[in-house]
C-alpha cells in the first residue's frame, strides 16, 4: 500500500514536470510566423526556424526567459538572428532561444557592449561557461528589436535539442509551438490557391473535383497558406499527397537539422516568398521536413486517370481537403 502510494506520487510528480509548458517570450503576445515558412531575407533563402511574436511593433519591449536556466551563449550581428541569446534548460536538455534583439539584460549586456566596443559591427559568438550566468521562469534576459532579417521588430523564438553521437554534435530545431503555454484565438483558415503542374497552372476549389494534367511524372506544385485572423499569414503545419487513397508524400514542419536551414529549396517552388509559399509535392533528396515520398513505388501503377487528395491540417488540427484527377498527357 505505501509503496503504491509512493509510486503514484512519483508518476504524479514527473507528469508535473513534463506537462509544464515553457513561458512565451512576450507576456500576451500572439504569433506572426510559424515553423518551416520560407525566407529568402537574411544573407540567402533560408527555411524560418522558429516562431515569432510580436512585440506590438515595439523595440525595447522586455523579452523573458521561457525556463529555468543559464546563458549558453550570444550572437552578435548576426545576419539572420541579429542579436540573439541561448537559454539551456537542464531540466530539459533544451535550449531556447530569442532573437532580433535591440539589447540584452545586465552583465549580459555589458559583455554585448564591450565586445562590440572591439569587434565593431562583425558576427561574434559569445559562449558562457555552465551555470555561469542563471536565468530564472520569466525572467527578463533581453529587450525587442530588429536586428538581424527582421523587417518589423519583433521576438524570434527557437527550440534546440543538441544530439550527441560520438565526438559530433547534432542542432535539431523543433517547432517552438509544440512547447509553449499558448492559446490561439484567431479565427484559423487555411487554403490551398492554386496547383502547378507543368506549364499548367490550375486554380483549385474546395468540394470540387479539378483535373491536373501531367506528363510522364506529375511534379506537382501547391500554392498554401492559413490565415490566423484577418492579418497573419502561416504556413500549415502538414501537406499530404494521397493518390488512389494511399499515402504518397507528405511534408510536416515539426523539426528540421540546423544543416539543413539552407535547403529551403528542396520543399520551396519558385515564386515562394516570406509571404507566399509553393510547396513541392515531390523531391529527389530527403530533408526532413520531408516525411513520405513514395513516387517511385507507384510511378508505374500510375495509369491515364487516378484519384488524388490534396490534405492541409494545422497545427491546432484542423483539416481541409481537395480532390483532383491527375490525367496523363500524351
Ligand atoms: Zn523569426
Not at 510566423?33 to 506590438?56: M, Q, V
Not at 531540466?91 to 566596443?117: C, E, G, K, M, Q
Not at 535539442?161 to 484567431?186: H, M, P, Q
Not at 515531390?282 to 487516378?306: C, H, M, Q
Amino acid at each position: 500500500m505505501k509503496k503504491s502510494l509512493f509510486f503514484l506520487l512519483i508518476m504524479i510528480f514527473t507528469v508535473q514536470i513534463f506537462s509544464q509548458k515553457f513561458l512565451i517570450p512576450i507576456e500576451n503576445s500572439y504569433i506572426t510566423s510559424s515553423f518551416g515558412e520560407y525566407r529568402d531575407t537574411g544573407n540567402k533563402p533560408h527555411f524560418h526556424t522558429g516562431i515569432d511574436f510580436s512585440s506590438f511593433a515595439r523595440v525595447g519591449y522586455p523579452v523573458k526567459s521561457a525556463d529555468d536556466g543559464y546563458v549558453y551563449k550570444i550572437w552578435l550581428n548576426n545576419k539572420i538572428y541579429g542579436n540573439t541569446i541561448f537559454i539551456y534548460h537542464p531540466n530539459y536538455d533544451i535550449i531556447s532561444v530569442y532573437a532580433h534583439l535591440s539589447a540584452f539584460n545586465n552583465i549580459v549586456d555589458n559583455i554585448a557592449n564591450s565586445t562590440r566596443n572591439e569587434f565593431g559591427d562583425t558576427f561574434t559568438e559569445i559562449i558562457f561557461p555552465e551555470n555561469e550566468i542563471m536565468v530564472s521562469r520569466g525572467e527578463v534576459i533581453g529587450f525587442s528589436g530588429k536586428s538581424g532579417e527582421a523587417t518589423v521588430p519583433n521576438v524570434h523564438f527557437e527550440i534546440r535539442k543538441i544530439i550527441k553521437s560520438g565526438n559530433k554534435n547534432t542542432e535539431i530545431i523543433k517547432d517552438a509551438i509544440e512547447f509553449v503555454d499558448y492559446t490561439e484565438l484567431r479565427e484559423k483558415k487555411l487554403m490551398a490557391l492554386k496547383i502547378r503542374s507543368g506549364k499548367n497552372t490550375i486554380e483549385l476549389k474546395e468540394n470540387e473535383l479539378v483535373e491536373i494534367p501531367f506528363y510522364t511524372i506529375p511534379k506537382l506544385e501547391v500554392n498554401i497558406l492559413q490565415f490566423l485572423g484577418k492579418n497573419t499569414r502561416i504556413i500549415p503545419k502538414s501537406i499530404s499527397l494521397k493518390i488512389n487513397d494511399e499515402l504518397i508524400y507528405k511534408i510536416e514542419f515539426d523539426q528540421i537539422r540546423q544543416d539543413e536551414m539552407y535547403s529551403p529549396g528542396l520543399v520551396f517552388g519558385h515564386g515562394s516568398t516570406i509571404f507566399n509559399y509553393w510547396i513541392k509535392l515531390y523531391s529527389s533528396s530527403n530533408i526532413t521536413p520531408i516525411k513520405v515520398n513514395r513516387w517511385n513505388e507507384i510511378l508505374f501503377d500510375l495509369g491515364n486517370k487516378a484519384l488524388a487528395e490534396l490534405i492541409l491540417e494545422d497545427m491546432w488540427g484542423n483539416i481541409k481537403t481537395y480532390k483532383l484527377i491527375l490525367k496523363k498527357e500524351s
